[in-house]
């Protein structure tokens, strides 16, 4: 990989950026220095966790903290949260630099991070993919981690961005054991739009066969109504986790969580337009009718016997579409204009997300002079069903199991302490998994109707045929991963870590259950198996100096592998066997630097870190999961604990990602939007149909350099919070984002904004209720939908002006 210097302007604003905060802070600081006693006193009451001097394993996995961590990371408390009244994925935006979600229908499965699809662990070990399948739940953590960039070796195969790791809350069940009487808290979550949220929770102290233990139970059940028309949710969260201490070497945790989701996708606003984003006008219309048959639905059948694609089906360039290209039945009727709200979106009243997720961990611990042997085993399964009128449709019936051992022991001389660990690990992945996309039309509707049979489309998870892809199989990955940690006392620290994977395929694609044209293209009516073995490398190397002034300068080189696999966790027959050396395994390359450092007696921490990262095979690319892409960026974290009563930070993002397929082909596939068809003068001739084909990359097209869509460049956050020490504490977090595309062509652009979230709460010594306005000022904002395909006809209207209360009891 080309490793070269970042533009000036970037670095230098997320420089300038940390220097107006530092000097002021530090100024601020010496004007009422703390005698040491209250030093301690704000590391205890007035931090919120946010300082990063608590052990987190789940970078290298040797319990080093934030700060020492050769890696741009983010730790992000249950009482920051909880301060902030954070209810979801998204949010966390503000507090982790690297970090934006475009939207995956407006799901909140997966966090982006460094411009790319971000991954989930649990307690350190890898879940499902989850890219917008349920809104992944956050409440019931105790702390989550946010590691920048692939995962080390000792945690195998990873995506290139980056990755979430969640600390349940009954991990307090290792403190829990201790307590003397049981311990827990219920709250009550009421807001705008119907919003309804119980929990409930319990720790404490017990005993088993006459051994000591803890526990922790933690449950949440909520009820919602939703901006959006049609739209709603409703889920169940069960957690809980147990601690035995079995002797005084051998130590067992334990427990689970299940999860409930019944809610739906939300598309957006479709007939996109620049005007439409600029001041809500909208294009009204009905499509043509196309349920011959009277059902009520329009079948693949009846769409196939019409031509909605116009008269050349493929167009390059997009300006190549005229108004003689569009057929007859691609014109709207009735067609007019209106204002539009943001509540109107591509949601029909039967369309479903439901998502029913298993986790299960049992953690065996032993401790034998120096060495301490850890058997983890892990299951994380799910079972989902995803209807869209429009014309989509999916499931996934999933399961994973993992068991991995790490032997851990250190070596400490006079001057170095040498920390190892090796780890064998075994890793079986089962997936079925089936979709439905052909005849996809998200603009047929017009959104100021309901749907009807104009619009709504048979889907193949109810017809039980015309599926695009069906495909069942299951992958072994046998691991084995070293890792040392040299840490020497005059400040020098080396990480190193290798790791080897061979991973066994086995794909079967069931034609017999997809649509006639799938099974000609595949030349097969009945079912096609496919098996392949590959096999890679995973190496690190980090290198950081603590410097007697409190800086910690770092640089790490490392390459990660990484599996390519879909949104049910499948990895379909087409990506096996390849005579072109692409499919489903492929590796990602990351180079970082940065300082870190902390100061003000550890009240005051930064982190500037610069990356490019890559995945290196263009051809083995999933364009929804898993893209090929090379991103570089800047990323600054600023925290500090001014006083027992004040708590801020700020971060910095700069990111550029380039779609490497893209840019090797020199187009990108995409459903074209009215401003790609320049060549139109009549925009309602179109709508009822789908119009396909490139957007062109290079020299003189709107995206020369193939930049990935729906991302801004820069992006600042500023967070606050100030407790008055009576009971009452304030809080705000802004975010401030450039101007994005919506789709790879750029040709409609998203403004610019600045979104406000503020708080007051009040806490006794048992009750406590916290009010939160989100989008305090009332933004007009928008994030980017599936950018690179959809992007240029679909585009999701972000939240107006809205509240929650949050009503809390602890005992």
Known sequence: MKHTLFAVSPLAKAIAFGLVLAPASVFAQEANTPSDEEVEKIEVTGSLGSLPGQDVEAVFGFGKSILETPRSASTISSEQMERFNVSDIDELVAFAPGTFTQSFFGVAGSLDVRGNPGEAYFRGMKRLDNPGNYPTPIGASSRIDIVRGPASPIYGPSKIGGYLNFNPKSARASSGQYLDAPTGAMSYTHGTWDKSIVTAEVGGPASIAGKEMGYYVYGEVENSGSYYENSATDQSILQASFNIDLTDNLRVEFGGMYHKYDGNQVAGWNRLTQELVDNGTYITGTAQPLDTDGDGSISHEEYGAVNLAGNSFFYVPAASFTDSEATELM?????????????????????????????????????????????????????????????????????????????????????????????????????????????????????????????????????????????????????????????????????????????????????????????????????????????????????????????????????????????????????????????????????????????????????????????????????????????????????????????????????????????????????????????????????????????????????????????????????????????????????????????????????????????????????????????????????????????????????????????????
């Not at 007019?336 to 997720?357: C, F, I, K, R, Y």
């Not at 990480?495 to 044209?517: C, F, N, Q």
């Not at 974290?637 to 490497?660: D, M, P, Q």
């Open 331 to 811: 014109a709207l009727e009735n067609v007019g204009t209106t204002t539009l709200s943001g509540s109107q979106t591509l949601v029909a009243a039967d369309d479903q997300l439901v998502n029913e997720a298993n986790t299960f961990y049992f953690d065996v611990i032993y401790y034998a002079d120096s060495w301490e042997i850890k058997n983890q085993f892990f299951y994380d399964g799910y079972d989902n069903i995803n209807e869209n009128a429009y014309g989509f449709s999916q499931f996934h019936d999933s399961w994973v199991i993992e068991d991995k051992v790490v032997f851990s022991t250190e070596y400490e001389t006079n001057s170095l302490l040498a920390q190892f660990q090796v780890s064998p690990s075994i890793r079986y992945t089962d997936f079925l998994h089936g979709d439905d996309f052909t005849y996809e039309y998200f603009n047929r509707r017009d959104l100021t109707m309901p749907s009807s049979a104009l619009d709504r489309r048979l889907l193949a998870t109810r017809s039980g045929m015309n599926y695009d892809n069906y495909d069942e199989g299951n992958y072994l990955d046998l691991g084995f991963a070293a890792m040392t940690d040299l840490t020497w006392d005059f400040g020098l620290n080396i990480v190193l870590g290798l790791r080897y994977d061979t991973i066994d395929i086995e794909s079967t694609s069931r034609e017999d259950l997809k649509l006639p044209a799938e099974q000609i293209v595949a030349g097969s009516t009945t079912p096609i198996t496919e098996e392949e073995t590959v096999d890679g490398v995973s190496w690190n190397t980090s290198i950081s100096y603590t410097t007697p002034w409190g800086l910690i300068p770092y640089i790490t080189v490392a390459e990660q592998a990484t599996l390519v696999a879909g949104q049910g966790a499948e990895i379909t027959v087409g990506q096996l066997n390849n005579a072109d050396g692409s499919g489903a395994f492929d590796t990602s390359d990351l180079f970082e630097y940065g300082i870190k450092g902390s100061f003000l007696d550890d009240s005051l921490y930064f982190a500037l870190s610069v990356y490019e990262q890559e995945r290196t095979d263009y051809n083995s690319q999933a364009i929804v999961t898993n893209a090929t892409t090379h991103n570089e960026g800047v990323e600054l974290e600023l925290r500090w604990v001014v006083n027992e009563n004040l708590v801020v930070s700020a971060g910095y993002t700069n990111v550029e990602v380039i779609n490497l397929t893209a840019r090797e082909n020199g187009s990108q596939f995409g459903f074209l939007g009215l401003e790609d068809l320049t060549g139109l003068e009549d925009p309602s001739l179109v709508l009822g149909g789908n119009v396909i084909g490139l957007n062109l990359v290079g020299e003189g097209t709107s995206n020369p350099k193939a930049k990935k869509a729906g991302i801004p460049d820069n992006i600042y956050t500023l967070t606050a919070t100030y407790d008055f020490q009576n009971g009452f504490a304030s809080s705000v977090s802004i975010i401030d984002a450039d101007e994005a595309p919506s789709g790879f062509s750029g040709s409609v652009m998203l403004p610019a904004y600045t979104l406000v979230n503020a708080g007051l709460s009040y806490q006794t010594e048992q009750w406590d209720i916290n009010f939160t306005v989100k989008n305090l000022t009332d933004e007009r904002y928008f994030r980017a939908n599936f950018p690179d395909l959809f992007g240029s006809q679909i585009v999701l209207p972000e939240l107006p002006r809205h509240f929650n209360v949050k009503f809390g009891y602890k005992f």
